[in-house]
């Protein structure tokens, strides 16, 4: 729970903030009815649900992946709440992780208030008493009550409450703007029910460009019957509407104790989105705009990776990696809010690699050239995704690190299926947890987690019953040879001696780093 004295503390910057940063333009939000807030259309307000996933804990002892549903996958649904008329969607039944929805939610909303109140509730549907699922963090007054309570405001097409957009990094809400986070209360390592969910609210506008009536004809003074999706007015690189997405909020003034609305992304005032880099995940704001189409958010971590896997050989010789490794990933890094997107084929890679059934180092970088790159030095991919390899057989290491030769980074790794699958016959050794355990230990170095900076990190002499397993027994991280393969997730440091923060030890712009 935030201590009283970090609430204060935050309050105070806020304030500061608000006070002496000349540079955002700041407007009064009236409360009072308004004139029609968009004469040109009859205004509604549409909830559309992105994604759903569990984000429960994986059980580091018996090697067990835990569900919400005690009968098997949970069978999620919503119910929301729009100016207190309520919505329930459809039973998603038996799945843990969705990803297509498809329930959109559109209401219509009075002309001449432009406040609409909505909430959202998750819920898992089970024989006899249904149970509400974690997708909130702490409340103002400090409880765990899993609503999420929303003020939509039709100015602005801009919402707060539960979550929120702010610049202010302290006070930032680290799960993203509409991305809800059960984990968000701190029960990362506790069975709470906690889930992910992701949405967008909208407004409809004449000219569909996203863009709001009020914004238009009182701030940005375009045309509202115009689309200016694409303008780039001030030449930096990012468009009208992603500036307009990002660059404004509406925060409490807890110095006038009224809302106010704020703009530090100016789309007609120069900024220096090509090195801007708020949230410190090392992609520039020009970046995060590249990957925006999949989800990327400037103001919280994103970490993105390109998962090319071999064919498979003609004796059937398997390069599989498992879906449910994916869903093992994705959730050990969107619990601590650092979203992965592995690029399996949805973002443009996931390429097929031909069949070798043994690959030296030169030949995994000419794969690296003409897969990852596609032999342009130039390719915009380059320092923005990390570049992961699933090959049927190395010679050498089952999983390394390594530099693509055309610059001297480490932002590259790969796995052997070979390796994997001999490791997937031990006892008591899930295959999904292999794969996703050797594959997360490979991204830890290009991370920046190694022996030099984490001594438990890649001992040989901490495999089990080696004259270090027990002195490093603390440190359980998959960048432990003690633990890998057996569990998927990086320590927190919290085991006291010989234990490692390896989570707040990443460093995002390391895999653009040259080593000399």
């Known amino acids: 729970m935030i201590s009283s004295k970090v609430k204060i503390i935050k309050i105070t910057i806020l304030v500061f903030v608000l006070i002496v940063n000349i540079s955002i333009n700041v407007h009064s939000i009236n409360v009072e009815k308004s004139e029609d807030l968009d004469p040109l259309v009859d205004l509604e307000v549409t909830f559309e649900l992105l994604k759903i996933r569990s984000l429960e804990k994986i059980d580091r002892h018996l090697n067990k992946i835990e569900y919400i549903d005690l009968l098997g996958n949970p069978d999620f649904y919503i119910k929301l709440w729009i100016n207190d008329e309520i919505y329930t969607s459809p039973i998603f039944r038996n799945e843990k992780y969705i990803y297509d929805p498809d329930w959109n939610v559109t209401a219509n909303v009075p002309e001449d208030e432009e406040w609409v109140d909505i909430k959202i509730q998750l819920w898992d549907w089970n024989i006899g008493k249904d149970k509400k699922c974690d997708i909130s963090g702490f409340n103002r007054e400090g409880n765990d009550n899993k609503d999420v309570d929303l003020r939509y405001n039709l ?23 509409g991305r809800l986070n059960g984990c968000d209360d701190g029960s990362i390592y506790q069975h709470d029910y906690d889930c992910e969910l992701w949405f967008n609210i909208y407004q409809n506008d004449f000219d569909e460009d996203g863009i709001s009536y009020w914004v238009e004809t009182e701030i940005y003074h375009t045309d509202p019957t115009i689309d200016d999706r694409g303008r780039d007015d001030d030449k930096d690189f990012v468009p009208i509407e992603w500036e307009y997405k990002w660059g404004q909020s509406i925060v409490w003034d807890y110095n006038t104790f009224e809302y106010k609305y704020i703009q530090w992304y100016d789309p007609f005032n120069w900024e220096d989105h090509i090195n801007l880099d708020s949230d410190n995940d090392g992609l520039s704001n020009y970046e995060e705009y590249l990957t925006s189409k999949w989800g990327s958010d400037p103001w919280r971590k994103d970490l993105f ?10 004796n059937s010789e398997i390069t ?17 809010n650092i979203v ?40 915009w991919r380059f320092g923005v995704f990390h570049y992961g390899l699933l090959i049927y057989n190395a010679d050498g290491p089952i999983g390394f690190g390594f530099s693509g030769r055309i610059k001297p980074v480490i932002d590259s790794f790969q796995i052997s299926a070979v390796g994997m699958e001999r490791k997937s016959k031990y006892p008591f050794f899930s295959r999904e947890i292999v794969y996703a355990s050797a594959y997360m230990h490979e991204l830890g170095h290009t991370l920046g987690i190694f022996n030099g900076n984490t001594p438990g990190c890649d001992d040989p002499d901490s495999n089990t019953f080696k004259k270090n397993w027990l002195k490093w027994r603390p440190y359980k991280s998959v960048m432990n040879y003690g633990y890998i393969y057996r569990m998927v997730d990086f320590s927190d440091g919290s085991r006291g001696k010989n234990d490692f923060d390896d989570w707040n030890r990443i460093d995002f712009t390391y895999f653009q780093t040259p080593l000399w």
């Open 320 to 336: 599989e990696f498992p879906q449910e490794s994916k869903e093992l990933l994705n959730t050990v890094f969107n619990r601590q």
């Open 155 to 177: 100015k602005y097409n801009r919402w707060i409450g539960d979550d929120y957009l702010e610049k202010l990094y302290i006070n930032a809400d680290p799960s993203g703007y």
């Open 340 to 379: 992965l997107y592995l690029d399996d084929g949805c973002m443009g890679g996931g390429e097929i690699i031909p069949f070798d059934d043994s690959s030296t180092i030169e030949e995994i970088r000419d794969i690296y050239w003409n897969y990852f790159l596609h032999q342009d030095e130039d390719n």
């Open 305 to 314: 990776v390109e998962l090319d896997v071999m064919d498979e050989g003609p």
